[in-house]
Structures are given as structure tokens and as C-alpha cells.
């Protein structure tokens, strides 16, 4: 039971490249969420899906944009990729589709740099 | 916006000494309250949990408090030991988000 999983692990992208961060899950999870994580800021939530089929904008959504495919699965992508976006992201999932009062269960994250 | 403030950003103690790490939320209608272990270069991971119904819970060295009408709850580490060394989140939940603070770095030293 590998719980989720991110891929890469780690990225460098010249700016304006474009990119898709993979994530899977296999508890059988409705809801997905991606988050960056910066030194001294905590975890931000970029976007999230629900349930398979919705997905909705978190506190940081420009420049991302986000695909749940099935309900194993939740991709973010990186159109043209910006030195801003260097960070580390951590894909998370969580049983129910209420976002904020389930326990989440976060990946091992996908350092991006971007030159 | 909703903000969640998380003190103090560093904790240095002696193995064996008790850790307090405390966080204030300003949404009113968060109802879940997670905290979170980071060790370096690795996954955040829920360490203990707590719901608004319940002032208090404990797991074994570890123990979470909440003061709704202060909206204020804080973390209790007794015992310390090397390995609690790491980086701690707090995050407060509602309906549609959970906020996270910015993170206590504790190092326990032998």
C-alpha cells in the first residue's frame, strides 16, 4: 500500500517551459489537493478536487492548472514555467470531499527549480 | 483573509524537557485542527488531531489543546526525545480549506 505517490522528484525548468506533476493515490481517497511548500510559509493550497469530476481554485491558483483524471488521480501543470514557482509541492489526499476537517495524507513531494 | 499564526518559529530544549508549540486562527467557523510532523526532506505526516466538540486529546507524549473562544490551540510534547526534532505545522479547518501555519522548528538536544 504505497499511499500517494508524486512524480518527479525532483525537476529543473528553464522559464517558460511547461511541465505536468503527477499523483496517485490508492486508499480509495475522493478528495486530492496540491500545495507548495516555501522556507517560512507553511503549506498553501494551489487547487483541489473534491470528488472525481470538480476540481476548484485554493489560495495560490495562478499560473497552475490541474486535471483530476479518475479518482486514483490528480496531475498539476505548469504552462510556462515562472522563477516564482520554485518550490517544493506536495500532492495530499483525504477520504470525504469536505477540503477542511478530514486528515490529509500528503505525498513525498516534487522539488521544482526553475532557471 | 483567514490567517493562522504559529509561535515561536524556532524551539530549542533538552532531551527530556517539555515542548509548547502555539497557534491562533482568525476564522471563527474552523471546526478541525491538525497538526503536522516534518521531518527534513521528507513528508508532512498528522501526528494528532483535534475537532471543536473536544478541549482536549492526548497520545502518549503527545497532547492538543483548544480554547475556542480564544481561538488559540497548542501542541504539548513531554519527554522529549532526538527524534521529536523536526519541523511542526499547525493548521485550522473549516467547510472549504485548511490553513497552515508557517511551521515551529524544534530541535531536542541529548
Known amino acids: 500500500n504505497a499511499g500517494v505517490t508524486q512524480t518527479p522528484k525532483f525537476q529543473v525548468l528553464k522559464t517558460g517551459q511547461s511541465m505536468t506533476l503527477q499523483c496517485a493515490q490508492d486508499?480509495?481517497?475522493?478528495?486530492m489537493y496540491w500545495y507548495r511548500q516555501d522556507p517560512g510559509m507553511g503549506l498553501r493550497l494551489i487547487y483541489y478536487s473534491a470528488s472525481e469530476g470538480t476540481t476548484d481554485k485554493g489560495e495560490v491558483p495562478n499560473g497552475y492548472n490541474v486535471s483530476r483524471l479518475n479518482k486514483r488521480e490528480f496531475s498539476l501543470r505548469l504552462e510556462s514555467a515562472a522563477p516564482s514557482q520554485t518550490s517544493v509541492y506536495f500532492c495530499?489526499?483525504?477520504?470525504?470531499?469536505?477540503?477542511?476537517?478530514?486528515?490529509?495524507?500528503f505525498g513525498d513531494g516534487t522539488r521544482l527549480s526553475i532557471l | 483573509g483567514e490567517n493562522v499564526e504559529q509561535h515561536p518559529s524556532t524551539l530549542s530544549v533538552q532531551e527530556g524537557d517539555s515542548a509548547v508549540i502555539k497557534c491562533t486562527y482568525s476564522?471563527?467557523?474552523?471546526?478541525?485542527f491538525p497538526w503536522y510532523k516534518q521531518e527534513l526532506g521528507k513528508r508532512p505526516q498528522l501526528i494528532i488531531d483535534i475537532r471543536s466538540n473536544v478541549g482536549e486529546k492526548k497520545d502518549q507524549r503527545i497532547a492538543v489543546t483548544l480554547n475556542k473562544t480564544a481561538k488559540h490551540f497548542s501542541l504539548h510534547i513531554t519527554e522529549t526525545q532526538p527524534e521529536d526534532s523536526a519541523v511542526y505545522f499547525c493548521?485550522?479547518?473549516?467547510?472549504?480549506?485548511?490553513?497552515f501555519g508557517a511551521g515551529t522548528r524544534l530541535a531536542v538536544h541529548p
Open positions: 495530499a489526499s483525504s477520504e470525504s470531499g469536505t477540503v477542511g476537517n478530514q486528515p490529509q495524507h
Open positions: 486508499m480509495n481517497h475522493n478528495s
Open positions: 476564522d471563527s467557523a474552523s471546526n478541525y
Open positions: 493548521a485550522a479547518g473549516g467547510y472549504n480549506k485548511l490553513i
